[in-house]
């Protein structure tokens, strides 16, 4: 897929050359945009996790984000990552953090991970990153330190030098090396096997006052290279609690060659290139990156860049204000008869000048076998990025045993000059799209394009507004995207729309929306321009705002926006003011922060611009969406299904649900008159669960005959005599169940084509 045309390449070159800013008409991609300043997290389940680890004699400390009111959380530990979480926890439930965990054996791995629950609630549900350390006497490292009597054995007797402590750690098959705070100016650091560089120590080396997320012991360049070498190969080493600092003369902040190694608790800021470089080239065995509780901001070309059959990792970071991607995972390549993990959680990507996150998942060169790839994106934010916010981008199709399972749910996508969110479906995997959250963006909320390999794109319980194309697209190719309980409001190219084979809606909801339905089918929505009616708090009115100058200004409609009107730009939370308004020019009581033009104005009832998309007293939505005769029957809207809840952010301790997986034969390719549909879901079905009025197939509305066969995690729909003969439409409805008693995540709905 070619993304990027000549003229952009022009506009982005000329943007980052001359810097951001709004104002003027047509398209402006701007250079980084800088974040809002740091604020204190606010604890939540979503954002609670190990942050930092720093190994001593017989101790480890673990330093975590808890998750607030109405969780509890518990520290675990096993003597490998798959065991972590098989006993009983050694903390809990936590009251604080950091947590000293002594009485451990020196020389021996050992791996944490953080697990929480609902405060009463029995069973843990691990949550973040599992940490590996290595318990061990340290050695010291103190920039005033005396040349003449160190040997990093002491603090009295710290290495001056932080490259000799990481050559004796190096040398003595790896060593857990403490940095005092300071600055560090001689590098390049190699950064060798099993060798766990911690800084923020104080004088004293107190391992209790050690403050891992202070950032104070500081990497600062003097080199045009690389600060930070990782040559750790097979055997994990760690860098926490650093600022790796390119002073606008390093190349790169840390370089990853062949390697496993985890960063945890980094600034990584200001190089002329890249902040971490990653490349494998050996195909076996993977090697594995982890970024945990890192802010990598301000670099040259990609805040992060990886590629080759690699395990990524990143979790609780920001990649901010980078001069192309935020995260550049190109080429991540699962070898041959092999596989390739991406997990994304808890994370932002603001401001950078190409997309927040581009993935690019690719089939080992000459690849004759099979391979999977494994995403998950969760619960992360994606704003104001020069192109889409994020991009999965399937580069296997010409590879037919490279299989994909693409999940992204809980996210933020808002004010990208793009897409919000974007999937380039050109190969064979199966999609789950769920809780998004895709708002003001001047492309579409979601994008799917594609090639010719057929397939359905499932998309639950989101929130697709005032954007400046449409809520939902499909542009290109042989996928169709098979919606339920999702929420369309205002956006300017309309709700569902394809380009090219048919979509389907049902049960969600139509607000403010002109063209609700384009080349799609629905059943069971509700389309209303009352917003009061409909939920408990949305916006009132839509507008694309076409030239921003400061304060003023200058929309497509300024129907619903009048001087006193409380509004918001690009679904930023900040609420303005109105103070006057002459036809389509506003001018607002204050110049909206960070803002590009073209870009989105919501006007909002009241004090507040927040959303609540709960439904209202009596609203139409209420009791709408799908059900089988004599079932409940759920509200319509992205609350009403049972895997559902508010879009922006899901709860890792929700109860799982049941998903539909793929069709076969797809949606796209249609059925002959004698062919069985095979429907595949991700858990055994409860064989009592599968009934004909909870799995249907209509024709005009009347239900059509078929046999219906369970076995496993597959349904099959098999004609009888003559065969199927249209128009009909397929439904999955609520009631249907997993053998764990997981509820269907959503009811599916969609046009089944025949050849």
Known sequence: MIRLRPSTFVLLLAAACGGGGGGGSGVNAPGPVQPPPPVATVPSAQQSGIVGAAGGAGTVRIDCALPGIGFEAALFHGASASTVYSGAPSHAPLSASPVLVTGLADGTDRFFGLAIRATGATGWTPVGSV?????????????????????????????????????????????????????????????????????GFDATFSLAARSATGNATRLVATATQEIVYVQCGGADGSLDGLTIDGNGAALKGIDVVDSDVEL??????????????????????????????????????????????????????????????????????????????????????????????????????????????????????FEQNGLDGVLIDQEHEFFPGFHATITIRGCIARANRGAGVHVDADAAATYRLEQLRCTANAGDGLLVTAETHA????????????????????????????????????????????????????ASVFLRQTAA?????????????????????????????????????????????????????????????????????????????????????????????????????????????????????????????????????????????LHALRFAPAIPTGLTASASLVITFDRILDVASVTADRVRVLRNGTAVAFSLAVSGATLTLTPTSPGWSGPLVLQLLPGLRGADGAPLAAAVFTPLRLL
């Open 131 to 199: 940490v590996r350390t290595r318990p061990g006497a340290p050695l010291f490292v103190d920039a005033s330190a005396n040349p003449a009597v160190a040997d990093g054995q002491t603090p009295a007797t710290a290495f001056p030098n932080l490259q000799d402590a990481l050559l004796v750690a190096g040398s003595q098959n790896g060593r857990n090396v403490w940095i005092r705070a300071g600055d560090y100016a001689a590098g390049p650091y190699a950064l060798g096997p099993n060798v766990h560089a911690a800084g």
């Open 264 to 381: 945890r608790a980094l600034s990584i800021r200001r190089c002329t290139d890249r902040g971490v470089k990653c490349v494998v080239t050996a195909p076996t065995p993977n090697r594995s990156l982890q970024i945990v509780a890192c802010t990598i901001q301000e670099n040259g070309s990609d805040g992060l860049s990886a590629a080759g059959p690699i395990d990524v990792r990143i979790d609780l970071s920001q990649l901010d204000a980078n001069g192309q991607e935020g995260a550049d995972l190109d080429d991540l390549r699962a070898p041959d008869n092999g596989s390739v993990s991406l997990r994304v959680t808890g994370s932002r990507f603001f401001g950078n000048v190409f997309e927040g996150l581009d993935v690019d998942l690719a089939a080992a060169p000459l690849s004759t076998g099979t391979g999977t790839f494994d995403v998950l994106v969760e619960n992360c934010r």
């Open 455 to 506: 397939g359905e794109v499932f998309v639950h319980s989101c929130w697709f507004a005032a954007n400046l194309g449409a809520g939902a697209r499909l542009a290109s190719g042989n996928k169709t995207i098979v919606a339920s309980h999702c929420a369309f409001a205002g956006n300017r190219g309309g709700g569902l729309r394809s380009d090219s084979v048919p979509c389907a809606a049902a």
């Open 517 to 657: 339905l384009t080349n799609a089918t629905g059943a069971n929505n509700v389309v209303t321009d009352d917003s009061a009616a409909l939920f408990v708090a949305a916006p009132t009115a839509f507008a694309a705002v076409t030239t921003a100058t400061g304060g003023t200004l200058v929309v497509d409609d300024a129907s619903g926006f009048a001087a006193g009107t409380s509004v918001q730009a690009g679904d930023d939370g900040v609420r303005l003011v109105i103070a006057q308004q002459t036809g389509t020019t506003l001018v607002l009581d204050a110049a909206p922060a960070r803002f590009v033009a073209p870009g989105a104005l919501t006007a909002h009832d009241g004090a507040s611009v927040a959303d609540d998309l709960r439904l209202a007293a009596g609203s139409p939505a209420a009791t709408a969406g799908l059900a089988a005769p004599g079932d409940p029957v759920p509200d319509a809207g992205p609350h009403g299904a049972a895997g559902g809840g508010e879009p922006g952010h899901v709860d890792p301790v929700a109860a799982p649900a």
